[in-house]
């Protein structure tokens, strides 16, 4: 299918079977946002996103890495080394992404103790709240 004919689709992200509604399920995974707005200020290796992202596995962190690439996010270029150097830079799609991400996050921190509050307000023990994926448990 060329360009024009993906562009005069109407998408409907409510919709499962709607590639807009996969497209969602991508960003909405934490390790995307994590990765993309770590990659904002520019382009970084593999073992600086490690450490900059913490609690990422290397698996999950290669797995995102290349579903990011496929999905025209993110560029992996290797560099004529030994060993070889790997860097990772988003794409003008992927900028333009990390932008929105990054007014989310600033948001998640901006208001930690309206959540924290409201949490226990509703009965969440404070260890819980302070305990990612902890919740509900």
Request: glycine share 10%; aromatic share 0%; proline share 10%.
């Given at each position: 299918m060329d360009s024009n004919a993906l562009r005069s689709i109407s998408y409907d992200v409510f919709r499962k079977?709607?590639?807009?509604?996969?497209?969602l399920e991508m960003l909405a995974g934490k390790w995307t946002y994590l990765i993309v707005?770590?990659?904002l200020p520019g382009r970084l290796r593999n073992s600086e996103l490690a450490k900059k992202i913490e609690?990422?596995?290397?698996?999950?962190?290669?797995?995102?890495?290349r579903?990011?690439?496929?999905?025209?996010?993110?560029?992996?270029?290797?560099?004529?080394?030994?060993?070889?150097?790997v860097e990772y830079e988003l794409t003008?799609?992927?900028?333009?992404?990390?932008?929105?991400?990054r007014t989310i996050c600033s948001w998640a921190e901006?208001?930690?103790?309206?959540?924290?509050?409201?949490?226990?307000?509703?009965?969440?023990?404070?260890d819980q709240c302070l305990?990612?994926?902890?919740?509900?448990r």
């Open positions: 079977t709607c590639a807009s509604h996969t497209v707005c770590a990659l609690g990422i596995s290397p698996k999950m962190l290669s797995q995102t890495l579903e990011l690439e496929r999905d025209g996010l993110l560029t992996r270029t290797v560099h004529p080394e030994v060993p070889p150097r003008p799609l992927g900028e333009e992404l990390g932008r929105l991400m901006a208001h930690v103790p309206d959540i924290l509050e409201a949490r226990i307000a509703n009965g969440v023990a404070v305990q990612p994926g902890r919740l509900g």
